[in-house]
């Protein structure tokens, strides 16, 4: 096997005709070359016929094509798919495909585990285990969409599956302008949402980037002494912090934030919860999004009663905000949110 080969999946579109221009191409071929991975999710060189016979001959000497192994496939009886992937080093991830309406939403991971220990979230009892590269996250994307059905596509792809994507900027950056690539796969920005735990570097570097996706901030908690304890990220980067670059995100016309918020029975589901949520949201503009707990032995919490949802929901609306109740999608196959998980030791 040689080991100079370049793995084009995670390479942008102007990284690739820079490639061929090396190899001696024009940088047309280049596009061409990023068009068949990303677009028609080629994986054979010999397959790409557009291209002179002789120059599939050298790429297939010069480039690999790599995906993430399907090691499992769970179905929830909602419809909701859970594929467990390998990688190359055999470090394992989960992504998630959720179907609502003729749509089909795609819940990818940034990273193998996560650092970040929230006290609700399974995922963070992996502890980081490493970053993905970028070829690794798109891959998960052209992973899925090889799985579907002729007709089928996926509509909008949401970065909530495993791992912070903001402690793993540059390479969900590079995975972001790939995918977003008209001549790609060709998401349009409006269609991906980076959802963070308020990590406030990462949202000003997001920012100060030209992305432009959705952004969705998770925020559990409306005082520091709650998210202190829940989300240990807020130790550091605390309430006040977090919606002050919040407030400073700019936001395309006609586009809000939203506000993630978990509830855990008798944790941060008062009723004096959702009045100090009004106010900390007040001039956002914004909806919240409502996570009743994906419960696990496991874990310590327990979900807020429905009622209690309902009723926290009607304060929020009734002062104006937009609130939703995020209905448990995959909790069959524990592929809600929350959820994933790769035990480490296998048998
Ligand atoms: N690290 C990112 C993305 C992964 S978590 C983030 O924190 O936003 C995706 C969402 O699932 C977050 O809003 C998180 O608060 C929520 N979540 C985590 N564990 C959960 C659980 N057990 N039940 C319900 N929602 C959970």
């Not at 970040?116 to 980081?128: E, P």
């Not at 912090?241 to 700019?250: D, F, G, I, V």
Request: aromatic residues 6%; contains cysteine.
């Amino acid at each position: 096997m040689r080991s100079d080969r370049v793995d084009v999946v995670g390479l942008l579109r102007e990284e690739i005709e820079a490639f061929m221009e090396e190899l001696g191409e024009p940088p047309y071929r280049g596009r061409q070359l990023f068009q068949w991975v990303q677009a028609y999710r080629a994986l054979d060189p010999a397959s790409m016929t557009s291209l002179p016979r002789a120059l599939r001959d050298r790429l297939a000497v010069h480039v690999t094509v790599s995906r993430p192994e399907a090691v499992r496939v769970q179905r929830s009886q909602d419809g909701t798919r859970k594929y467990l992937f390998r990688l190359a080093d055999k470090e394992e991830i989960e992504s998630v495909l959720i179907p609502d309406d003729g749509r089909l939403t795609a819940c990818i991971s940034t990273q193998a585990g996560c650092p970040l220990a929230c006290r609700f979230c399974l995922t963070g009892l992996m502890g980081l285990r490493r970053n993905l590269a970028g070829g690794e996250i798109v891959g998960q994307v052209l992973a899925l969409q090889d799985e579907l059905a002729q007709g089928e596509r996926i509509s909008s792809i949401v970065l909530m599956g495993m791992g912070e994507p903001l402690l793993n900027f540059a390479q969900v950056e590079r995975a972001l302008w790939i995918l977003r690539d008209e001549r790609g796969a060709n998401f349009s920005p409006r269609r991906i949402t980076l959802s963070t735990v308020g990590y406030v570097p990462g949202i000003q570097k997001l920012a100060a980037s030209d992305l432009g996706v959705n952004l969705a901030v998770s925020l559990g908690a409306t005082t520091d002494s709650v998210r202190d304890v829940i989300m240990p990220i807020n130790r550091r980067w605390p309430i006040a912090e977090l919606l002050e670059a919040c407030r400073a995100y700019p936001l395309p016309r006609r586009r809000r934030l939203t506000f993630e918020y978990v509830m855990l029975n008798e944790v941060n589901d008062a009723l004096e919860d959702a009045k100090r949520l009004v106010t900390l949201l007040h001039g956002i503009r914004c909806k919240v999004n409502l996570i009743p707990l994906n419960a696990s032995p496991d874990l310590p919490d327990r979900p807020s009663p429905r009622e209690r949802v309902v009723a926290f929901q009607g304060i929020l609306h009734d002062a104006g905000l937009t609130a939703t109740i995020r209905e448990s999608r995959g909790w069959d196959i524990s592929a809600a949110c929350g959820m994933l998980r790769v035990e480490r030791e296998k048998a």
